[in-house]
Every structure is written in structure tokens, then in C-alpha cells.
């Protein structure tokens, strides 16, 4: 629920036309009794592996648990290196912390994704492998090394084919793609690592009771794979939606008073950007953010502290201005909302909103 009259998103949005499909899906499960695992899970993923053309997708019980099993598969050992960008939903470092290799941060780029040089810069003799966050939807341009890249493609399903040696996604219910809950999935083409994922999905048995290697509970629930089938074939229509709306948000700043002060998303045409969220960089972003919420559009601050500077980060030994990049895109982000339903009057009300407040009260942007 919100109250907001133009939320910054709401996970009910697109249902109605699917409502008949979904109760039925739901139903059929329900009347399976098979609720892990099983047809409706193995048909998603068949589904899904078509859709973004990979080999493999499995399915698994979150975008964080598809980065921790995906970790967990390339065998890391406590004194690892995985390198990554400090600018991502906590769940991007808190996989690679919990595998016990130690996360290593380097500096974001223009586009707010782990800058490839900095990246490359940060490799050393115990470097096991490369996080990649296509951060808001876009995908990150790829550091050139030799160590396993796993995309956390959890905000970008959609926008490419899989480019690492794996792509971890999210199914969380604002993702272009949500479930009714936690769901996630990993894609590749790597036959032996999407063994190695599904062996370790469900406690690393094989056969049953015999346990080969340590894995967790990481498996995906029928009802999600059932609802996730009726919703995957829209997903192409709501990220076109998704697109038109950020090219219109470009051109409605771009004509507003206040196009030196707002930094637009950077775009690039060989790059295709699906927005799960859009972004834009503004001075005195909390006092903006303030004004938006008091007229009624829903706002967020993706991400207010990057990870080296995080309480459970402190023993990695990061002191604040490490990363000068990330630490100045936590204090002027924003996100608005760019949901496909959004209409264009309501873009107008936003843009005009925050240009209303911007052209008197802040500075021309860095
Ligand atoms: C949402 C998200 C995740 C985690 O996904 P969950 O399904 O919520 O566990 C990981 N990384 C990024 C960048 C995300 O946005």
C-alpha cells in the first residue's frame, strides 16, 4: 500500500491483466501438492533460460542466495579475493564476506558501476574473482582479467545476455521481474558451474543423504515459479515501458530550468539500460528528497553508505574518502519513480517539482 500520490513504485502494478492467469497458476500448484522444486520450477527455468539466452538458469530462493551458492560453486577459501564496487544493495558484499573470502572494493565509474581500471588495479596473487553490479538496470562495462566475473545482474534481467562466467538474478517483488516473495535465479553457460550450483541448491547431496560438498537450502518455491511463468513473457513489454519513460524523464530535464543542476543517468547507446530504478544526482539531495515527499512522490536513496564504510565492514581496515566516487553518489543520488504505468503528466509533476525547489535553493551540480 501507499499514500503517496505518485509512489516511487507499487509491486501490484501490472496485475490486473494477468489476475485470471496468476489465480489459476496458483491453483495448480496448489492442487499438485508439489511445492519445492518440481514441474513448475523445472518449466521456469527452461523458460527463463530461453528468455535471456543461456544454457542454464536455476532457480533459487533469492538474488542474494543465487550470489552466495554462485560464490559458494567457485570453491572460495577464507584468505580469497573477490573484488567489487562499494555502490550496491549490501547483499552484493555480504555473499562474497560470507563464502569467508575477504571483499575487496575499488572505485565506481561515471555510470555508478565498478569502474573496470580501478577494478583491474585492485587484482592480486589471492584474487579469486570479480563482482559485477549492472547497478539500476544498466550492465557495467567488464574489467578484461582472468579470474571468473559473476555479473549481479539482480536489478537488470533483461538488459543482455549473461557476459560473466555467471549472472546471479533477483526476483524480490520490485525487480523488473518480481515474484509474491523471495525468488531468485543464476544464469550461465557454463555446464560444470551449474552443476556445481545445483548440487550445492540443496545441501550438496548426491545422491540423496550423501553429502559431496556443503551447500545450504537455496531452492526455489513452486508457487513463485508458477507465478514468475505468468509474469516472465511481460517483462520485455514493461522494460520497453520502463525506457520510453527514462528517454522522456532525459528530455523533460533537459528542457526544465534546472538541466545544469540535475545529473541525468549516463547514457550510452551501445549500452541498453533497463531502469529498474533512475537515478539522478542533485545537491541537497536530502532537502529535495523532503520536498518530493511533501507533495507526494515517493523517493530512495540507493545506496546512503557504501560498503567500506559499513559497521560490519570496519575490520577491512577502508577509511572514509577510500572511494571518493562512490562516497560523493551516496550523498547526491536519487531515485524517482519510473514504473511503466508512470504517465507522462506525472513525469512532468516530478521534474517540475524538483526543478521548482532546485532553481532556488541549489547549486549547479559538481
Ligand atoms: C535486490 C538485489 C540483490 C538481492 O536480491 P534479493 O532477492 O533481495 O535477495 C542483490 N544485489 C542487488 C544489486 C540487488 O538489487
Redesign the pocket.
Known sequence: MTDKSIPLVDVRHGLAIQRKQIDAAIARVIDSGVFIGGPEVEAFESELADAVGARHAIGVS????A?LVALMSLELKPGDEVITSPL??F??AGAIARTGARPVFADIDQDLCLDPTAAAAMMSGKTQAIVA?N?FGRPAALPDTMVPLIE?A??SLGAGPVRGRAATV???PT?NLGAFG?A?AVLTDDDALADAIRLRRSHGARPRHHHVAVGGNFRLDALQAAVLRVKLPHLEGWSARRRENADRYDRLFRESRVADRVVLPARDPDCRHIFNQYVVRVKSRDLVRARLDAAGIGTEIYYPVPFHLQPCFANLGYAAGAFPHAEHAALESLAIPIYGELTEAQQETVVSSIAAFVQHNVGAAR
Open positions: 533469492s538474488g542474494t542466495d550470489l550496491s544493495f547483499a552484493t553490479v547497478l549481479d539482480a536489478q533477483s526476483f524480490f525487480k523471495d531468485g
